[in-house]
């Protein structure tokens, strides 16, 4: 059973670009969460799905950014137009809905820097 | 709104010495989950608490959940080098999303 991964680890992108980034859950897993982790702070909520459905998106959630689970399996998360308070830690958890609680299982993150 | 603060932000301690760190809101939760996280990582799940005063174990890791669910603590017994890092207390909230607390940076010396 392979944890939750996440593509790329890193990403430098500048201001204005955009990028996407890629999570692989825990192949059993129905539900997949993107959280960020800005430096000092504890990871904030933007949006998850329930297999393809995405559920609920966190109004801190800007129109620049995109997340999309169309198979039910992988997810991707876009960010449009890159700004430099985008730069943050991305995180993805993922977590069965068999039976309470959901515990949340996390990936390595994927550290962006917009320049 | 439903929020957690964690205290102290910061502990630095000497090898073998005991500690507490606290998970405090005035929000209800239906589980509270502590993780910790080392630079550059990923959370990692350490435990899930779900009853009101229920005590759970992991070695020298002592969770209580307080009877009210609105309040956590991790008591460290014996603190070693390799328990420094980022401890996170989670609440499962309304919509089943984790609200996080601020978290406790904890540093062990030898």
């Known amino acids: 059973d392979t944890g939750v991964s996440q593509n790329p680890r890193h990403k430098i992108t500048k201001r204005g670009q955009n990028v996407t980034f890629r999570c692989d859950p825990i192949?059993?897993?129905?539900?997949l969460y993107w959280y960020r982790q800005t430096l000092g702070q504890g990871p904030e909520f933007l949006t998850y799905f329930q297999n393809e459905a995405q559920l609920e998106k966190s109004r801190l959630l800007s129109d620049r950014f995109s997340a999309e689970r169309p198979k039910g399996s992988f997810s991707t998360l876009e960010i449009q137009r890159t700004e430099q308070g985008d730069s943050a830690m991305y995180l993805c958890?993922?977590?069965?809905?068999?039976?309470?609680?959901?515990?949340?299982?996390f990936g390595p993150g994927t550290r962006l820097t917009v320049t | 709104t439903q929020l957690l603060e964690q205290s102290p932000q910061f502990l630095s301690i000497q090898e073998g010495e005991n500690l507490t760190v606290y998970c405090n809101s005035s929000?209800?939760?239906?589980?509270l989950q502590w993780y910790r996280q080392e630079p550059g990582e990923g959370p990692v799940l350490l435990v899930t608490v779900v009853t009101g005063g229920e005590v759970k174990k992991l070695k020298r890791l002592t969770f209580q959940f307080g009877d009210a669910r609105k309040d956590s603590s991790l008591h460290i017994t014996a603190a070693q080098p390799g328990d420094t890092g980022l401890y996170l207390c989670?609440?499962?909230?309304?919509?089943?999303?984790?609200?996080f607390g601020t978290g406790t940076r904890l540093q062990v010396f030898p």
């Open positions: 989670a609440g499962e909230g309304w919509t089943d999303k984790l609200i």
């Open positions: 192949s059993e897993h129905n539900r």
């Open positions: 929000s209800v939760f239906s589980s």
């Open positions: 958890a993922s977590s069965a809905t068999s039976g309470r609680p959901y515990e949340q299982y």
